[in-house]
């Protein structure tokens, strides 16, 4: 930890998930996903969150953008080269579990995609870049969610500690970043790509929760065992809370909304224990969570070493009906209008500032390093005929960001060990199955509508972002 700047050691990277990216959904004996059964365009989020997701592909109807994503499959080592030229000391990737279990509880593993992530990990490891791996982002096997209904069912503990023993034994002697759930807290509302669950009702939400708990723990134990240099994190969505304005009815509503969002599923990985103001909840509300003595040792006995989040926006409460008209966006969730912010293209307020007052609340609250696993900006990048991109919009938000961060850790004294900001190569949004929302230092060939040569180009960003890796940071102000 150093208060001059960034650690010496410090994890400048990028971030992406196996669904969004690989592509080759029906190849090397990987089995379906629910982001495979996914369809882009405007639908995609009405069916998530309706929870009428039809569970079958209807190419007749839909088109699925993840089915080739960006075709990394087979483009890998080209594009590992490109993170490769920009300096990255580490790349986050999501294995999928359908690759290595295509049913999600097969007896034996599918070798051909234990093979596929080995070549990726060595890849990587070759250019001195290292893995930090999410064991589960978005993409349960679909058979688990036909025949077991997702993750309310007790039988998906086992059967995902089976995939992260095999997948931890397999590769965690050559990496040492783990994450076990990605953004475990949209639990609490996007359940399809979450829990993996449709319709279910408030209790299922929290089992469902819970049995993640308990998969994570037992995720942490294995690590552990394999190899004790392991650093195994947890990883939620973290949104900066404000109070609309200062009524106090307005501070209290903020203060419930931002423990049980931002707290509670960190309360558990980190701290190890539930909180008492969600037993209380839980109480008032009659929820009765299927919790054993053994599931609650787990949980107290493996907690993580580094604490994950991503970072995209705040969000202003308010109970004030006449607050309510406008509404701020998110990919998951939102807030009423901040009048003093700007947002995106899609309607994610930008704030820069917010992000440090993150770091420091869950620094203040947890004490163990922090690694900001995803941040950036979702915006139209049009090439000219030479494919020149001068994404200053780009430069600027990250740029801001980053500035906050520096604050941080120099200031403010919080423990950052990683910035890996999302999409570092455009890849297919989660939320809306587009591929013209970008996040990416390279730009690659591809429209919504699956047109285009998958071609791969660096945007003005691209230099940029290697400066600033180069340097650690230290022109950023
Ligand atoms: C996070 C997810 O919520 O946000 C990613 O972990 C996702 O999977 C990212 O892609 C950005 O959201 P979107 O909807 O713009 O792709």
Same mark, same amino acid.
């Given at each position: 930890?150093?208060?001059?700047?960034?650690?010496?050691?410090?994890?400048?990277?990028?971030?992406?998930?196996?669904?969004?990216?690989?592509?080759?959904?029906?190849?090397?004996?990987?089995?379906?996903?629910?982001?495979?059964?996914?369809?882009?365009?405007?639908?995609?989020?009405?069916?998530?969150?309706?929870?009428?997701?039809?569970?079958?592909?209807?190419?007749?109807?839909?088109?699925?953008?993840?089915?080739?994503?960006?075709?990394?499959?087979?483009?890998?080592?080209?594009?590992?080269?490109?993170?490769?030229?920009?300096?990255?000391?580490?790349?986050?990737?999501?294995?999928?579990?359908?690759?290595?279990?295509?049913?999600?509880?097969?007896?034996?593993?599918?070798?051909?995609?234990?093979?596929?992530?080995?070549?990726?990990?060595?890849?990587?490891?070759?250019?001195?870049?290292?893995?930090?791996?999410?064991?589960?982002?978005?993409?349960?096997?679909?058979?688990?969610?036909?025949?077991?209904?997702?993750?309310?069912?007790?039988?998906?503990?086992?059967?995902?500690?089976?995939?992260?023993?095999?997948?931890?034994?397999?590769?965690?002697?050559?990496?040492?970043?783990?994450?076990?759930?990605?953004?475990?807290?949209?639990?609490?509302?996007?359940?399809?790509?979450?829990?993996?669950?449709?319709?279910?009702?408030?209790?299922?939400?929290?089992?469902?929760?819970?049995?993640?708990?308990?998969?994570?723990?037992?995720?942490?134990?294995?690590?552990?065992?394999?190899?004790?240099?392991?650093?195994?994190?947890?990883?939620?969505?973290?949104?900066?809370?404000?109070?609309?304005?200062?009524?106090?009815?307005?501070?209290?509503?903020?203060?419930?909304?931002?423990?049980?969002?931002?707290?509670?599923?960190?309360?558990?990985?980190?701290?190890?224990?539930?909180?008492?103001?969600?037993?209380?909840?839980?109480?008032?509300?009659?929820?009765?969570?299927?919790?054993?003595?053994?599931?609650?040792?787990?949980?107290?006995?493996?907690?993580?070493?580094?604490?994950?989040?991503?970072?995209?926006?705040?969000?202003?409460?308010?109970?004030?009906?006449?607050?309510?008209?406008?509404?701020?966006?998110?990919?998951?969730?939102?807030?009423?209008?901040?009048?003093?912010?700007?947002?995106?293209?899609?309607?994610?307020?930008?704030?820069?500032?917010?992000?440090?007052?993150?770091?420091?609340?869950?620094?203040?609250?947890?004490?163990?390093?922090?690694?900001?696993?995803?941040?950036?900006?979702?915006?139209?990048?049009?090439?000219?005929?030479?494919?020149?991109?001068?994404?200053?919009?780009? @430069? =600027?938000?990250?740029?801001?960001?980053?500035? #906050? &961060?520096? %604050?941080?850790?120099?200031?403010?004294? +919080? !423990? /950052?060990?990683?910035?890996?900001?999302?999409?570092? @190569? =455009?890849?297919?949004?989660?939320?809306?199955? #587009? &591929?013209? %929302?970008?996040?990416?230092?390279?730009? +690659? !060939? /591809?429209?919504?509508?699956?047109?285009?040569?998958?071609?791969?180009?660096?945007?003005?960003?691209?230099?940029?972002?290697?400066?600033?890796?180069?340097?650690?940071?230290?022109?950023?102000?």
């Amino acid at each position: 930890m150093s208060f001059k700047g960034f650690r010496e050691d410090f994890l400048w990277g990028g971030a992406t998930a196996a669904n969004q990216l690989e592509g080759a959904y029906n190849e090397g004996g990987k089995g379906l996903t629910l982001a495979d059964i996914s369809p882009g365009g405007k639908q995609r989020m009405n069916l998530m969150f309706s929870g009428d997701m039809p569970l079958e592909i209807d190419e007749s109807k839909y088109v699925y953008p993840n089915h080739k994503g960006i075709d990394y499959y087979h483009r890998y080592k080209e594009d590992i080269a490109m993170f490769a030229e920009m300096g990255f000391k580490t790349f986050r990737m999501s294995i999928s579990w359908a690759r290595i279990f295509p049913n999600g509880n097969d007896t034996v593993a599918n070798e051909e995609g234990l093979a596929f992530y080995d070549s990726v990990i060595d890849e990587l490891l070759k250019h001195n870049i290292e893995p930090t791996i999410t064991i589960s982002h978005y993409e349960t096997p679909l058979h688990l969610v036909k025949e077991y209904g997702g993750w309310k069912n007790k039988e998906l503990i086992s059967f995902f500690e089976k995939y992260a023993r095999t997948i931890l034994e397999r590769f965690g002697k050559k990496v040492t970043y783990w994450m076990t759930f990605n953004e475990i807290n949209t639990g609490l509302m996007n359940n399809f790509f979450s829990t993996a669950m449709q319709k279910p009702t408030e209790e299922e939400i929290y089992q469902g929760l819970h049995n993640q708990f308990v998969a994570s723990s037992l995720a942490t134990k294995i690590a552990r065992e394999v190899n004790p240099n392991i650093q195994m994190g947890c990883m939620s969505v973290y949104a900066t809370m404000y109070a609309y304005d200062s009524d106090p009815v307005n501070v209290q509503a903020t203060q419930e909304k931002n423990r049980m969002f931002n707290y509670f599923c960190n309360d558990l990985q980190v701290r190890g224990e539930y909180p008492s103001y969600a037993l209380a909840y839980f109480d008032r509300k009659g929820i009765n969570v299927d919790m054993t003595e053994e599931e609650l040792a787990v949980i107290r006995e493996n907690t993580v070493d580094y604490m994950s989040f991503s970072y995209y926006m705040s969000a202003a409460m308010s109970v004030n009906p006449a607050h309510q008209d406008e509404k701020s966006q998110g990919n998951f969730f939102g807030g009423v209008k901040n009048p003093f912010l700007k947002a995106s293209d899609w309607g994610w307020e930008i704030d820069p500032i917010g992000l440090r007052i993150a770091l420091n609340d869950l620094y203040g609250r947890y004490g163990v390093p922090l690694y900001i696993s995803e941040n950036g900006l979702g915006a139209v990048d049009t090439p000219d005929e030479n494919y020149v991109i001068n994404d200053d919009y780009r @430069i =600027d938000y990250l740029e801001q960001h980053i500035s #906050e &961060m520096k %604050k941080a850790v120099m200031l403010d004294g +919080v !423990d /950052l060990m990683a910035y890996t900001p999302w999409g570092c @190569i =455009d890849l297919v949004s989660a939320s809306t199955g #587009e &591929m013209s %929302k970008r996040y990416g230092f390279i730009y +690659v !060939d /591809l429209d919504d509508n699956g047109n285009g040569d998958m071609s791969r180009h660096k945007k003005k960003s691209f230099d940029w972002y290697k400066e600033v890796i180069s340097t650690n940071g230290e022109e950023i102000k």
